[in-house]
């Protein structure tokens, strides 16, 4: 059988029912999402059916969204199946004031160190994480900052003498 | 007099008692060849544990990117692996083109291919003559280096410069290769086998050199895929996973070559899969070589795709045409409105998949941006990989590996 985008959303609606929503196939990658707590279940799912074999995580990020009031914050799983060599990109939505998820690391140990990564730069705990701190920014950081409400600097500021890097200063 | 001492010295408690050493192995260490720090917990010469510190040169490259134009991300991507950057730049174009539906012309691809062939040698040719260098063969290394430096002479004719390239643009590249920029591709291919038989001649058979890579460093397929190994590391692994066959990018579906594998996954193994993917390399830049050389005529022309609103105009049509002048200023000012869309694009870069999670929302700029990079995802397993081991095992299997602290940060 040749596992396509239809059979892998058909059995995903089979087992979860309308719980998994939002199904896209943007540049021919199948994408959905699901409600956070069920995050582990669609991966142990995906992870051991038969067919699907799920078995390779590619990568795993967060995403920002301060406008969706409730669901600011993505988790992003990037599947390959190697055999089939089939992807899919998979989402939970979690909200900015509890941002607890649940960790993958029990089901793939590459997962580690991208949560890590994940919790350094957007904030969200991942629970049962098994050393869960900060991995690229110092440890004294006090916020997330690939938050959006950390905006890089102004370049149209004019407090700073920048003259010698073409940006005029208080001086022009 | 023993008294005294004991006065001197306030040793911490447990100290005397506890049997092992603590040791930090970087961050500045010469043999962790890049920023980064370990920390070993040595019984004698044996590693009980190690804990890895990164983060050193973090540059946040994600947050940069969100406020920069396409075209001026490239010179971001240089900076993850530095000693194979035209590869990172093939990878962000393509994801560029991906999101735009950019087809590009076939002269196009094989070029492309040349110079990412070209940047895979040069990118394995450092890791094996530094693998070499750590067991204490420095002649290997001194040899080698002369064709890397041929290959940087390529680069530099064909984009101007050559560690951090920036080579190429959304749709093809800057201008056509000049015959001297053939010259040297010619010139490479002559001598290079020479060379990597020379080195191959000095190291594989090496009864030092084996009996120092063989059986360290060792992992096994199902760990390695659990771990997340792509490229040569999980080839050696045996597991014959490659971006370019399984999901062809830039044309490789038109080019003949084998996916070397290992089987133990060790340093030898690692050590000979690189040395096979070189001479896969050179097949490849050969057959490439000779397409780019079947066009003729006008066809012979084509440096890249017809799209206006990112590749930037002639600098002579700049100056005497309206049209050009229009797109000049607005690629330049990054005025262009990029398609909404949400992006996964990946190639078989030197160290594995090299991918690129691109979302625009159909501003100016990536809404967000995010880079799988392969050294990051495979370093985690360094402690389980240096359980155990010796500690000069461990410095090998951390030069194996091939760890660049420019992917390793982003």
Request: hydrophobic share 35%.
């Amino acid at each position: 059988m040749i596992l396509t985008n239809e059979i892998i959303q058909q059995k995903l609606i089979e087992k979860f029912g309308d719980q998994v929503t939002g199904f896209d196939e943007p540049y021919g990658l199948l994408s959905f999402e699901a409600p956070k707590e069920l995050n582990l279940k669609v991966l142990q799912f995906l992870y051991d059916d038969a067919d699907l074999q799920f078995q390779f995580l590619t990568d795993l990020t967060g995403v920002h969204y301060p406008h969706q009031i409730g669901r600011e914050l993505a988790v992003v799983y990037h599947l390959h199946n190697l055999k089939a060599n089939i992807r899919l990109r998979f989402k939970i939505y979690t909200a900015i004031e509890t941002p607890e998820v649940f960790t993958a690391t029990q089901l793939f140990s590459t997962a580690n160190w991208m949560e890590r990564e994940t919790f350094d730069f957007f904030g969200v705990k991942f629970i049962g994480h098994p050393n869960l701190k900060r991995i690229l920014n110092v440890d004294e950081m006090d916020y997330f900052p690939l938050r959006k409400e950390y905006p890089l600097e102004d370049q149209t500021r004019i407090d700073k003498d920048d003259e010698m890097f073409g940006r005029g200063g208080t001086n022009s | 007099m023993l008294e005294t001492v004991h006065n001197h010295i306030s040793l911490p408690e447990g100290s005397i008692e506890k049997q092992t050493t603590t040791i930090n192995l970087g961050p500045t260490h010469p043999a962790t060849h890049g920023v980064m720090q370990n920390i070993l917990e040595l019984d004698g010469e044996r590693v009980v544990s190690s804990e890895q510190t990164i983060g050193y040169i973090h540059r946040a490259f994600e947050k940069l990117a969100e406020r920069r134009p396409l075209y001026q991300i490239t010179p971001i991507t240089d900076r993850l692996n530095y000693c194979s950057s035209p590869l990172n730049n093939m990878g962000w174009h393509l994801t560029c083109e991906k999101l735009l539906k950019i087809e590009t012309p076939k002269r196009v691809d094989y070029l492309r291919i040349i110079i990412m062939e070209l940047a895979r040698i040069a990118d394995h040719l450092i890791c094996n003559s530094i693998v070499a260098v750590d067991a204490g063969a420095f002649t290997g290394f001194v040899y080698v280096m002369q064709y890397r430096e041929l290959i940087y002479e390529i680069y530099e004719e064909v984009c101007g410069s050559r560690l951090t390239t920036n080579i190429g643009r959304i749709g093809g590249f800057e201008r056509n290769f000049s015959n001297t920029a053939f010259e040297k591709i010619e010139k490479f291919l002559r001598e290079y086998p020479k060379v990597l038989k020379e080195f191959e001649t000095l190291m594989t058979r090496n009864r030092i050199f084996m009996d120092r890579l063989q059986g360290t460093g060792g992992i096994s397929a199902e760990r390695a895929l659990n771990y997340g190994f792509t490229g040569p590391n999980l080839r050696a692994a045996g597991v014959d996973y490659d971006v370019r066959v399984q999901n062809p990018y830039s044309s490789y579906q038109d080019f003949d070559f084998k996916i070397p594998i290992g089987n133990t996954g060790d340093n030898y193994d690692r050590f000979q899969v690189r040395e096979e993917e070189m001479w896969q390399s050179l097949s490849i830049i050969n057959q490439a070589y000779q397409k780019v050389q079947a066009f003729k005529g006008a066809d012979a022309e084509i440096f890249h795709a017809n799209v206006p609103e990112y590749y930037l105009p002639k600098k002579e049509d700049v100056y005497t045409k309206m049209e050009a002048l229009i797109w000049h200023f607005k690629i330049i000012m990054g005025e262009t409105d990029i398609p909404k869309g949400e992006v996964y694009h990946s190639i078989e870069a030197a160290n594995g998949e090299l991918g690129f999670y691109l979302i625009s929302d159909g501003g100016r700029t990536p809404f967000r941006l995010h880079f799988r990079r392969p050294c990051f995802i495979y370093y985690q397993a360094y402690s389980e990989l240096t359980k155990g081991a010796m500690l000069s095992d461990a410095i090998m299997t951390m030069s194996s590996l091939n760890l660049i602290a420019g992917e390793l940060d982003a």
